[in-house]
């Protein structure tokens, strides 16, 4: 190591969430004007020590080390005001203000309260131009710049800090490959003014290319430190993030009928720029898995055959159309829903639950229908039914009266697959099922999807944690920029070659 | 194909009938909130606290979260009693006090359904006076009176309908939407009146008797409101369109993602209001006798104003229509304070935006308390 004290060090930094330790002793070491790489499964704590290092997070034990001085991180401001900004992968600008209003946002130049607007101008064109973007105007709204403009501005806002450090949480995801060069263009001026980069990206390509050294991370732990990035072997990065050390209990599979009957027949489904030409079939009793990176289209899948988004393609459900050509039409997911369909979605509780309400009534929302006559509610019949499920899923604590919001992050997934029991039900779609659930409560929900489908329901899941994917699939598609790059039996894969593949799209 | 719960959802027996619980569960701190308010008042405030936390089957109705409100209620009765003890507790005073309210509660009513819904209408004053205006013209009238109640009915269902449309379909903002509404529909019914006042014609009155004719002594429009504040609460409380209603605002995603047909049951709501709207100009037509277009200035404000009162919560997904009512007899009870003790009316205005302040901290401290 140099004479010179590097300019972020971190010792041991542990962060525990109720349930979960998140961070069990990460060490990060970032040289002046370096591009360093952050690799790491999802779950891994990748984005929990960003926060740390932005200041949203404060860390339960660890020490942090600015240019050798040992710093606290108390909030964003604090970090911004030690020359550490973030790069979040959704932006934080706001549409309707100006390019230079959005860079000097929370620090506008202004005399006596007046914002100094030409000023702003003048000194956002200079940070522009220095990020080799002169043809962005200081005064264009933001709201109608491309993402990739967006990005830019952001790297200005950066910029008009007195910025040490710049934290990149997949910058390239949301851009266009010509935009990438672009980007790893702004990302070599910044590291030849002394900036150092972390840089957070799932491509192993873009690491190869822009990175100098590599840390990764495994279960909270550090894997590695300070690889060089340019000539560590594939191989060796990838078996340093795959076989986490926590162990999964998967339910076991039972072997499958031959001629199962089909349950969704899904034929070159398309979302313009998201998903290209995607076709497969789920059969009765059947776990597929989507393995596939943030932004590879997964999610859009599970969504346009919901009906929940707008796809061109064809959707067939036990032998019946979801409407042809654009599968959302007017009928959307209450046909959806309807036909026998479900979806856990990504977002647990802005895409799911009704945090105010009790945990029966989150149960039931789906299948009011069931325990009402012309609109009338059978509240007796509907109580006992959110109750037997409770039950039959364990929910804990097992009050289907008590308010959703106090249960555990585990037992509200559970109430949100309970919604898709009440009635019949054909199709679960299952969106990052165990996002923020703790290890215990994993294996359980593990046992009741297969168990639904034992019970001849198909599933179709997505996850991105490739080890959940080939334990509990029966069979995996592999998904890669909108396409699906590969299929097989999950028995016949291993999770080195699903994520050399998820990153690489290199073996097929 | 499958039943995911396979057969052993037939063989438990149906539950121990414990009662789901209500909505909406935050009234249990602002009860004790507006309590501490209460603690200074005469001791005779006390005696229906004890009663109505009594029996369950008062607090299974959730009457029981809204003891703020009654307390509240109890309170201005007993200035009432103070200060004007010969006039305030007279059958003729209160049968005014419950007629005033029972327009305005009728249109809180819809109001309630689209602010649990998430939404918020502020047409419902103009809608009223059109239906009014419309019900009264004398082509109308040579119909004779339940041409004319149809007719208020379905012009109010209509301007609902009108802007439940606009804001599902048209992707509308509701404060937009219905703003519009508002400003239209009261140019509408200006041009329709000439405005002018249209008197109810002789052949036609059986509409008046609605506030002339007393059973038990109260005119048939508060029994009226009455049916229709029963009716709004067993809609909401015990039937899937009102358990939607608290999906839609509380979480329209995870309401659409359920299966749920968002966008009309949206419309639907502001479609409700737009009824409870017709039914109030009927009520007006018969207290007033005419239709006007200036009637029910400014009633948006006083009915958004009652449901905010009674706790229900302005981004959605969490109210009640009793809450809603007993804000809306604090408000009448004021206003009736006000007038027997003959005071100013601009002080009436500055004693009801405190109320609007105090209830609404009181509610923002019993929400910060329980997360």
Same mark, same amino acid.
């Given at each position: 190591m140099s004479a010179e004290p590097p300019l972020l060090l971190m010792r041991g930094i542990v962060k525990q969430f109720p349930g979960v330790r998140a961070l069990d002793g990460v060490d990060l070491e970032v040289r002046r004007g370096e591009v360093h790489c952050l690799l790491g499964q999802n779950g891994a704590g990748k984005s929990t020590l960003i926060k740390i290092l932005s200041g949203a997070h404060q860390p339960d034990e660890g020490v942090i080390a600015l240019g050798g001085e040992e710093v606290r991180l108390t909030g964003p401001t604090a970090a911004i005001r030690l020359g550490i900004s973030t790069i979040y992968?959704?932006?934080?600008?706001?549409?309707?203000?100006s390019v230079a209003e959005n860079v000097f946002l929370?620090?506008?130049?202004?005399?006596l309260g007046f914002v100094r607007q030409g000023e702003a101008n003048r000194a956002t064109r200079d940070l522009l131009t220095r990020l080799?973007? $002169?043809? %962005?105007? +200081?005064?264009?709204?933001?709201?109608?710049?491309?993402p990739a403009a967006k990005q830019v501005v952001s790297m200005a806002r950066a910029l008009?800090?007195?910025?040490r450090l710049i934290i990149m949480d997949e $910058?390239?995801? *949301?851009?266009a490959h010509d935009e990438v060069a672009n980007l790893f263009r702004i990302v070599r001026e910044l590291t030849s003014r002394g900036v150092a980069v972390v840089y957070i990206s799932h491509r192993l390509e873009e690491i190869r290319e822009i990175g100098d050294r590599v840390t990764v991370l495994k279960d909270g732990r550090? *894997?590695?430190?300070?690889? $060089?990035a340019k000539s560590t072997p594939t191989s060796e990065i990838v078996s340093l993030m795959t076989?986490?050390?926590?162990e999964y209990v998967f339910p076991p599979r039972r072997p499958r009928p031959a001629t199962g009957s089909e349950v969704l027949r899904v034929t070159g489904l398309t979302v313009p720029?998201?998903?290209?030409d995607v076709s497969f079939t789920i059969g009765a009793g059947e776990i597929v898995g989507l393995a596939g990176?943030?932004?590879?289209g997964r999610s859009e899948i599970i969504e346009a055959v919901y009906g929940a988004r707008r796809a061109s393609g064809e959707v067939v459900l036990e032998g019946r159309p979801?409407?042809?050509?654009?599968? *959302?039409?007017?009928?959307?997911t209450a046909a959806a829903v309807r036909l026998g369909m479900g979806l856990a979605p990504e977002e647990r509780k802005a895409q799911?639950?009704?945090?105010?309400?009790s945990v029966a009534h989150n149960i039931t929302l789906a299948g009011l229908g069931r325990y009402s006559r012309f609109g009338w509610l059978d509240r007796r019949r509907e109580s006992a039914e959110a109750r037997e499920l409770v039950e039959t899923l364990d %929910?804990?604590?097992?009050?289907?009266?008590?308010? %959703?919001?106090?249960?555990s992050g585990g037992n509200q997934q559970k109430a949100v697959l309970a919604r898709w029991l009440?009635?019949?039900?054909?199709l679960l779609l299952l969106d990052e099922?165990?996002?923020?659930?703790d290890v215990g409560a994993r294996a359980e929900l593990y046992a009741v999807i297969r168990r639904l489908a034992d019970e001849g329901i198909g599933v179709l899941l997505v996850s991105s944690e490739v080890p959940e994917v080939l334990g509990l699939a029966d069979r995996v598609l592999v998904v890669r920029e909108g396409r699906i790059i590969h299929r097989a039996d999950?028995?016949?894969?291993?999770e080195h070659r699903v994520l050399d593949m998820i990153m690489e799209g290199s073996a097929l | 194909m499958t039943d995911a719960r396979g057969p052993k959802a037939h063989e438990?027996?149906?539950?121990?009938?414990?009662? +789901? *619980?209500?909505?909406? +569960?935050?009234?249990g701190e602002a009860r004790t909130g507006e309590a501490q308010t209460a603690?200074?008042?005469?001791?005779?405030?006390k005696a229906p606290v004890r009663g109505s936390s009594g029996p369950a089957g008062l607090a299974r109705l959730g009457e029981a979260r809204h003891l703020g409100l009654v307390l509240a209620l109890v309170l201005l009765a007993a200035i009432g009693l103070v200060t004007r003890p010969e006039n305030f507790a007279t059958a003729s005073n209160l049968v005014s006090i419950l007629s005033l309210a029972a327009t305005i509660g009728v249109i809180t009513v819809g109001m309630t359904f689209v602010i649990i819904g998430g939404g918020i209408d502020l047409s419902v004053g103009a809608i009223m006076a059109l239906a009014s205006v419309w019900a009264t013209t004398l082509a109308t009238q040579s119909y004779g009176p339940f041409v004319m109640i149809l007719c208020a009915v379905l012009v109010g269902t209509g301007a609902g309908l009108v802007n439940g449309f606009l804001i599902s379909y048209?992707?509308?903002v509701p404060f937009i939407a219905t703003l519009a509404m508002l400003v239209a529909a009261r140019g509408l019914a200006q041009r329709m009146s000439d405005r002018k006042t249209q008197l109810i014609q002789q052949g036609n009155e059986v509409i008046v008797e609605l506030s002339t004719t007393r059973v038990l002594g109260l005119p048939l429009l508060v029994y009226v409101f009455a049916l229709v504040v029963a009716a709004g609460w067993v809609v909401l409380n015990r039937t899937t369109f009102g358990r939607r209603t608290y999906a839609v605002g509380g979480n329209p995603e995870a309401a659409r993602l359920a299966g749920i047909d968002v966008r009309r049951h949206t419309m639907l709501l502001y479609a409700l209001s737009g009824l409870c709207c017709g039914i109030a100009a009927v009520l007006i037509m018969a207290r007033t006798t005419t239709g006007s277009?200036?009637?029910?200035?400014l009633y948006e404000l006083d009915a958004i104003a009652a449901v905010i009162i009674g706790?229900?919560?302005?981004?959605?997904?969490r109210g009640s229509i009793i809450g809603s009512i007993l804000g809306l007899l604090i408000f009448t009870l004021i206003t009736n304070l006000f007038i027997l003790n003959g005071l100013n009316t601009s002080d009436q205005l500055i004693a009801k935006g405190l109320i609007i302040i105090v209830a609404v901290l009181l509610q923002r401290r019993s929400l910060e308390s329980r997360t």
């Open positions: 992968q959704e932006l934080d600008l706001v549409d309707g203000l929370g620090h506008e130049r202004a005399r080799g973007h $002169p043809e %962005i105007r +200081p005064s264009t709204e933001v709201g109608r710049l491309s008009s800090h007195d910025t $910058p390239s995801a *949301a851009l550090t *894997a590695a430190v300070g690889l $060089p076989g986490r050390t926590v720029g998201v998903v290209e990176l943030v932004g590879s979801m409407g042809r050509g654009r599968t *959302a039409g007017r009928g959307g799911a639950l009704l945090l105010d309400q %929910i804990r604590p097992g009050d289907p009266d008590r308010p %959703i919001k106090t249960l009440v009635g019949e039900r054909r099922p165990t996002r923020g659930v999950a028995q016949d894969l291993d | 438990r027996s149906p539950a121990d009938g414990t009662p +789901p *619980a209500a909505g909406e +569960p935050h009234g603690g200074r008042t005469a001791a005779g405030a048209g992707r509308m277009s200036t009637h029910g200035d706790g229900t919560l302005l981004t959605g997904g």
